[in-house]
């Protein structure tokens, strides 16, 4: 499908496909008409415009037509090179219809001699299928300008979410300046916290520095040193006391050893005795 948008200054040309989309802008419009008139008649270019918009109702109708015919053989002539282009560089694409939309589409016998000399059908719509009309919306008067709101229609469908195609044509070193430019708002605002953060940081450890070094905070050090240095004199005292104890225990153990086997020699006397010739043996 091609789509053609005849705008004022220039016409869009889109030949879309179920996977590729290709555009080319032609520097042709409606006010190349208008100007061809506005030269021919000596007019200027306000009333150029309004004989065009009356051309076919006009009694000069065939004159207007031949002023106009070079801009019709040129933007025809423009149209024809691109989809020859297009056609050389797709040679699987066949081209079957062309939509026409935007305010030059509105000259008449314009899609007529563009179908004619491009041997495509052309379309041009008068409605939107999905696009129910407000209360207040003159249907006659939107179904003769429905061909100016192709433009309007696909940003509102982008505006939804519901366009297929999303694309940035913006060169890339400006998209990333604009990007970076996005970014440096939450950049510069991540910085400030983070220089809050220290600066409340700092006064914190300023304040606990002040607190620690108070006369009462050293007073109450001092207290808990001193706690701390008695228990660490007790425990080295009991500690003391325990290796006393063990010498005490180890000297008692070497004194009472001699004794430990003083039953041994008694009952060796006795069982000597005992084998002894006596009145019972």
Not at 66 to 81: D, G, I, K, Y
């Amino acid at each position: 499908v091609v789509i053609l948008d005849i705008g004022a200054e220039n016409s869009d040309l889109v030949v879309c496909t179920k996977s590729t989309v290709w555009q080319r802008s032609i520097p042709m419009g409606g006010n190349a008409f208008t100007k061809a008139i506005a030269e021919a008649f000596k007019l200027n270019f306000e009333k150029a415009e309004k004989l065009k918009r009356t051309a076919a109702m006009s009694k000069y109708a065939r004159q207007i037509f031949q002023a106009m015919r070079p801009v019709f053989t040129e933007l025809v002539s423009e149209v024809q090179r691109s989809l020859g282009f297009y056609d050389n560089s797709n040679p699987n694409v066949k081209l079957s219809r062309i939509i026409a939309v935007g305010g030059g589409t509105k000259m008449r016998g314009l899609l007529k001699y563009l179908q004619q000399s491009l041997q495509i059908p052309v379309e041009k719509p008068d409605s939107f299928k999905q696009l129910a009309l407000g209360p207040n919306v003159s249907a006659a008067k939107f179904h003769e300008n429905v061909s100016d709101f192709g433009v309007v229609y696909g940003l509102a469908l982008q505006g939804l979410g519901l366009g297929r195609i999303v694309s940035n044509l913006l060169p890339r070193n400006i998209a990333r300046s604009m990007a970076w430019s996005e970014k440096s708002k939450y950049f510069t605002a991540a910085a400030c916290m983070l220089l809050v953060v220290s600066l409340l940081s700092l006064a914190r450890t300023n304040l606990d520095r002040v607190s620690y070094n108070s006369s009462e905070n050293v007073r109450l050090r001092r207290e808990i040193q001193n706690v701390i240095d008695s228990a660490n004199e007790a425990k080295r005292k009991l500690q003391a006391q325990k290796d006393r104890a063990s010498g005490s225990a180890v000297m008692i153990e070497k004194q009472l050893a001699p004794f430990k086997y003083r039953d041994v020699i008694p009952q060796l006397h006795q069982t000597i005795i005992s084998a002894l010739p006596n009145e019972k043996n």
